[in-house]
């Protein structure tokens, strides 16, 4: 694998270096658009609606269209904001587990220590483990600030981007406020449905029938000479560099985050009583 971010988990004082991997990938065939007369590559243009020119990506702006006005936002208005260069994991809190609603998870992302010494790293983990409380972090990726959840995946920290929550809709659906009366027949026969299903989820199990059929497909092809000659069209992406942080004494940060963290306390339940 391939890492395709490096920084820092923060929280309090405590700097844990990481790299950071994509958990996940696409199994999906790559399948380009040809024309079916001579099988010659479709591609798409980005052109100009005013001056009719096909323009190159660097001359490219962002825009936002707000009805009758349309805000173009540069490359460098994109620089202005701070937190686009921030290569810090930032621990907000630490919620417990169930707390954290499984339609929230977007993408799932390994992380790696990126230091001489694991040890902040471990520690982390094995807090996590021990408190079974997910952490809630805020970074950014690719230009984006992202809201995640931080927890323990077997061996490793996995960060997992979330929705933000005015992302995740309501479901509010005027047939569920029916009445419907279920007879007791009817839920004892679909418990019994159910129980015959009953079984231990295995990942391994399950294939996706259409993937493999369709590489049969091109194999296939391949092997009959059905096919023409074409330029390879990918490159290689360079892999993001970053140097590595100052990592300061463990116990120190710790004492120093948590003594932080009691005198803002106090200063709350201060403010509190003269309120």
Same mark, same amino acid.
């Given at each position: 694998?391939?890492?395709?971010?490096?920084?820092?988990?923060?929280?309090?004082?405590?700097?844990?270096?990481?790299?950071?991997?994509?958990?996940?990938?696409?199994?999906?065939?790559?399948?380009?658009?040809?024309?079916?007369?001579?099988?010659?590559?479709?591609?798409?243009?980005?052109?100009?609606?005013?001056?009719?020119?096909?323009?190159?990506?660097?001359?490219?702006?962002?825009?936002?269209?707000?009805?009758?006005?349309?805000?173009?936002?540069?490359?460098?208005?994109?620089?202005?904001?701070?937190?686009?260069?921030?290569?810090?994991?930032?621990?907000?809190?630490?919620?417990?587990?169930?707390?954290?609603?499984?339609?929230?998870?977007?993408?799932?992302?390994?992380?790696?220590?990126?230091?001489?010494?694991?040890?902040?790293?471990?520690?982390?983990?094995?807090?996590?483990?021990?408190?079974?409380?997910?952490?809630?972090?805020?970074?950014?990726?690719?230009?984006?600030?992202?809201?995640?959840?931080?927890?323990?995946?077997?061996?490793?920290?996995?960060?997992?981007?979330?929705?933000?929550?005015? *992302?995740?809709?309501? +479901?509010?659906?005027?047939?569920? !406020?029916? /009445?419907?009366?279920?007879?007791?027949?009817?839920? #004892?026969? $679909?418990?019994?449905?159910?129980?015959?299903?009953?079984?231990?989820?295995?990942?391994?199990?399950?294939?996706?029938?259409?993937?493999?059929?369709?590489?049969?497909?091109? *194999?296939?092809?391949? +092997?009959?000479?059905?096919?023409? !000659?074409? /330029?390879?069209?990918?490159?290689?992406?360079?892999? #993001?560099? $970053?140097?590595?942080?100052?990592?300061?004494?463990?116990?120190?940060?710790?004492?120093?985050?948590?003594?932080?963290?009691?005198?803002?306390?106090?200063?709350?339940?201060?403010?509190?009583?003269? +309120?």
């Amino acid at each position: 694998m391939r890492s395709i971010w490096r920084g820092a988990i923060t929280f309090g004082l405590v700097n844990v270096p990481v790299k950071l991997y994509a958990a996940t990938e696409d199994h999906d065939l790559s399948l380009h658009q040809v024309h079916d007369a001579d099988g010659g590559r479709i591609r798409y243009q980005r052109r100009c609606e005013i001056c009719g020119r096909v323009v190159d990506y660097q001359h490219i702006d962002r825009a936002y269209d707000a009805g009758d006005r349309t805000v173009v936002i540069t490359d460098e208005d994109l620089k202005t904001l701070p937190v686009e260069k921030s290569r810090e994991i930032d621990v907000v809190e630490f919620v417990p587990t169930e707390q954290v609603d499984s339609i929230r998870l977007e993408r799932s992302y390994y992380l790696e220590p990126d230091s001489k010494s694991p040890r902040s790293y471990m520690l982390l983990r094995r807090v996590l483990e021990r408190t079974d409380r997910i952490a809630i972090v805020q970074f950014t990726l690719r230009q984006k600030t992202r809201l995640g959840a931080l927890r323990v995946h077997g061996d490793v920290l996995l960060l997992q981007s979330l929705l933000w929550d005015d *992302e995740v809709r309501q +479901a509010d659906f005027p047939s569920l !406020d029916a /009445e419907v009366k279920l007879q007791d027949r009817e839920v #004892e026969m $679909a418990e019994s449905l159910v129980r015959s299903f009953e079984s231990d989820f295995s990942p391994a199990d399950y294939t996706d029938e259409y993937q493999v059929q369709l590489r049969q497909l091109v *194999e296939a092809k391949l +092997a009959q000479g059905d096919a023409v !000659d074409t /330029e390879q069209t990918f490159g290689r992406q360079p892999e #993001e560099a $970053a140097g590595d942080g100052e990592v300061i004494d463990l116990m120190e940060a710790l004492r120093r985050s948590v003594a932080a963290n009691r005198e803002a306390a106090e200063d709350r339940k201060t403010k509190a009583k003269g +309120a």
